[in-house]
């Protein structure tokens, strides 16, 4: 079957079988994603997982840590074993990567952002994980010796630099972490409320990797946008700086292994 097909059937298996498809999109990495009309819920986001380890940590993440941003994040429905398919509450608004918006209303959405990952950090106790940079820095050495000549001799060994330095640092605290906290997955409704949207990446983690991708592909050009996030997540210590800082090459590497041929 088409993905279209598997997805409405795990969404009729899930939901009942007067369920109708009124939209359907890739979302990242070209997940399959179908939105549903249904008579008990009104309309749904029904989402396809790519494997199992993506379906296991969606859907844990909507039941124990998404209850946290209450009408900031959708709720889950329905649960899908196989194939692995989740169905979520449709929220509305348009990813914030997709809009043109003034200055003004960025900072505010990133105001606003910066309260729903602090909320988001602070959903269950923190944990601690001895040995959790050794294996971030391992992890990242496997997505480097994927990336294979995307990068030169010399961009190779300041990424593995910092990798080896990863690898020291003792920090083992842990809290839950959304890990593709990104514009796109930011919905901004037309009253300008933000939510949050796509927890497949969510584990327990290093809580300043949820800035990573901000920090390097952001606000380089914005220093506003990092004020205004910082005005309400709370200010960004030494520690913090260098945790983003080394494990900037992860991001890069596995960047760079995804785009490979």
Avoid at 12 to 23: E, H, N, W
Avoid at 36 to 63: C, F, M, W
Avoid at 227 to 246: E, M, P, R, W
Wanted: hydrophobic share 40%; with cysteine; net charge positive.
């Amino acid at each position: 079957m088409t993905s279209l097909k598997v997805v409405l059937a795990a969404a009729r298996a899930m939901l009942g079988s007067d369920t109708k498809p009124i939209g359907q999109h890739h979302g990242h990495n070209h997940t399959p994603l179908l939105r549903v009309r249904t008579s008990a819920y009104g309309d749904v986001i029904v989402k396809l997982h790519r494997n199992p380890q993506r379906h296991g940590q969606e859907v844990h993440a909507y039941r124990m840590w998404a209850p946290a941003l209450g009408d900031a994040a959708p709720q889950l429905i329905a649960v899908n074993g196989d194939p692995p398919a989740i169905a979520i509450t449709a929220l509305p608004g348009t990813p914030l990567a997709h809009l043109n918006l003034t200055a003004a209303e960025e900072r505010d959405a990133y105001t606003q952002a910066g309260r729903l990952l602090r909320q988001f950090h602070a959903a269950a106790p923190t944990r601690q994980r001895p040995g959790w940079c050794a294996y971030l820095a391992s992890r990242g050495e496997q997505w480097l010796a994927k990336a294979g000549s995307r990068f030169s001799t010399t961009e190779r060994r300041c990424i593995q630099q910092h990798l080896d330095e990863l690898a020291s640092l003792k920090v083992e605290t842990l809290t839950p972490c959304h890990l593709d906290f990104m514009p796109r997955n930011l919905l901004r409704a037309k009253d300008g409320t933000l939510r949050i949207i796509d927890f497949e990446h969510a584990r327990y983690d290093l809580s300043a990797r949820d800035l990573v991708r901000l920090t390097t592909r952001i606000w380089n050009d914005r220093p506003d946008l990092k004020n205004a996030f910082h005005s309400t997540y709370g200010q960004q210590s030494d520690l913090d700086a260098c945790v983003i800082k080394l494990c900037t090459a992860i991001d890069n590497a596995s960047l760079a292994a995804s785009t490979s041929p």
